[in-house]
């Protein structure tokens, strides 16, 4: 690993997590390419990216919490239908082409940001919530 | 605030499952969208409460991965320790935003994946 990678690795990370705390978000997207870059495989790098992942969202957790925005029941419940349906989608994952999977998905995704949108300046005329 | 049906949770949680293990793209970029539209939370909420889920499902597969040895610690510390800072950073400025804007950049950034996963 040359000071170049360990900077790029520094940065991105500050980064990730700045986007995993404002979003709510783990921040694998970027963990992920990252730790590819700087010579892990595929599969180490999603193995490390998760454990990267459980102290940046511990601190997302903490302070949410103080800020009195989490919902303790709902992530619990969130959190452990997620396990089950990660053991199903390997599954799923073996058996289908990805290509295409990954762009209906990119097509459903780019559905769900305009409703957002839509609702984000629908709910400018009301009071804001919280 | 209103309660969320256990079900629907559930089946947000699946849904986000499945996804992260088909397309390595974390739960919270579908868990966030799914219950501030589905489940009617207010943004920050639903991103607090997307995090909470999300540090679940990282340790499982953290601890079914590091039982096979794919994980490197020291790597994930020279990602995962700035990004400690970060999410103080990141959840300290969105309680200076407003709920409105919040939403927008999140679905800015989805849009952006979205290419990323179309193109990619």
Redesign the interface.
């Known amino acids: 690993m040359s000071n170049g990678t ?1 900077a790029l ?21 970027l ?2 390419p ?2 590819v870059a ?1 010579g ?1 495989g595929q ?2 790098a ?16 903490w ?3 103080r ?1 009195g ?4 029941r ?17 599954k ?2 073996t058996s289908l082409p ?1 290509h295409t ?3 209906l ?6 559905g ?6 839509l ?2 300046a629908r ?2 005329h009301k009071v ?3 | 605030m209103v309660r969320p049906l256990p079900a629907k949770l559930v089946a947000i949680g699946l849904v986000a499952g499945v996804l992260s293990a088909l397309f390595g793209v974390g739960g919270g970029i579908a868990i966030v969208p799914l219950l501030l539209l589905v489940c009617a939370f207010a943004p920050r909420e639903a991103a607090a409460t997307s995090l909470g889920a999300v540090a679940i499902t990282a340790l499982g597969g953290v601890v079914l991965y590091a039982l096979r040895g794919d994980v490197r610690v020291g790597h994930a510390a020279l990602v995962g320790l700035p990004a400690m800072a970060g999410a103080l950073a990141g959840t300290g400025l969105q309680q200076r935003i407003s709920g409105t804007t919040l939403t927008f950049a999140f679905a800015a950034m989805l849009s952006g994946i979205a290419v990323w996963l179309i193109i990619g």
Do not use: K
């Open positions: 360990i690795g520094l940065s991105l990370g500050l980064v990730a997590g700045v986007l995993s705390g404002l979003f709510g978000v783990g921040g694998g997207i963990f992920v990252v730790l700087l892990l599969v180490e999603s193995a490390t990216s998760l454990l990267a992942i459980v102290p940046t969202a511990g601190v997302g957790i302070r949410q919490a800020y925005n989490l919902r303790v709902p992530s619990l419940i969130l959190g452990i239908a997620s396990l089950a349906g990660v053991a199903a989608g390997v799923i994952a990805e999977l990954r762009r998905f990119g097509v459903l995704l780019l769900v940001a305009a409703q957002l949108a609702r984000a709910s400018r804001e919530p919280a």
